[in-house]
T-cell receptor, first 114, second 111 residues
Framework: NAGVTQTPKFQVLKTGQSMTLQCAQD?????MSWYRQDPGMGLRLIHYSVGAGITDQGEVPNGYNVSRSTTEDFPLRLLSAAPSQTSVYFC?????????????FGAGSRLTVL | LAKTTQPISMDSYEGQEVNITCSHNNIATNDYITWYQQFPSQGPRFIIQ???TKVTNEVASLFIPADRKSSTLSLPRVSLSDTAVYYCLVGAENYGQNFVFGPGTRLSVLP
């Protein structure tokens, strides 16, 4: 049981390049989400999904795309990287059921845009 | 979602009990209170969750007064390894899509 797996752990991009951050979970969680965390700051929600085929925007969605074709995977795409997207990205998942939900986080992906 | 307010930072010494209070004046009837811990260069991890009164596990205790407008995370006899950022979140199952993290409380444990 690996939990939430993020790849790559580190990535350096040039301005204007595109890339995809991968997130996979093996806990059959319905809910998945992406956060970014800038130095010394809290986490800000980028996009989330409550099930395959369903996605929605969070606080800071501009410049990012997501899709959810399977329950397990929730990739985050940067369409045209900008230096302002330099950050650490965390993927998280949880069940959606009666009672409060607890998020399980991945180890993070550190992205630098030059 | 109910907005939360926590102290930005706290200092403590090894062996002391640390209490971090979170204010959530607009908490809704169905909302639970959940605390996460984040070490540098790691993702947050769940510590404790409660709805009312007191909850205790092997890591911490969570005290919630009757009006539920605040909650207090209590860490007994902290050690250097408890140095981390602690986040308080308030929400319910219908809001699973909208976990919003504030800046959290940066706890520094000194020797």
């Amino acid at each position: 049981n690996a939990g939430v797996t993020q790849t790559p752990k580190f990535q350096v991009l040039k301005t204007g390049q595109s890339m995809t951050l991968q997130c996979a979970q093996d806990m059959n969680h319905e809910y998945m989400s992406w956060y970014r965390q800038d130095p010394g700051m809290g986490l800000r929600l980028i996009h989330y999904s409550v099930g395959a085929g369903i996605t929605d925007q969070g606080e800071v969605p501009n410049g990012y795309n997501v899709s959810r074709s399977t329950t397990e995977d929730f990739p985050l795409r940067l369409l045209s990287a900008a230096p302002s997207q330099t950050s650490v990205y965390f993927c998280a998942s949880s069940h959606l059921e009666a009672g409060a939900n607890v998020l399980t986080f991945g180890a993070g992906s550190r992205l630098t845009v030059l | 979602l109910a907005k939360t307010t926590q102290p930005i930072s706290m200092d403590s010494y090894e062996g002391q009990e640390v209490n971090i209070t979170c204010s959530h004046n607009n908490i809704a009837t169905n909302d639970y209170i959940t605390w996460y811990q984040q070490f540098p260069s790691q993702g947050p991890r769940f510590i404790i969750q409660g709805y009312k009164t007191k909850v205790t596990n092997e890591v911490a205790s969570l005290f919630i007064p009757a009006d539920r407008k605040s909650s207090t995370l209590s860490l007994p006899r902290v050690s250097l390894s408890d140095t981390a950022v602690y986040y308080c979140l308030v929400g319910a199952e219908n809001y699973g899509q909208n976990f919003v993290f504030g800046p959290g409380t940066r706890l520094s444990v000194l020797p």
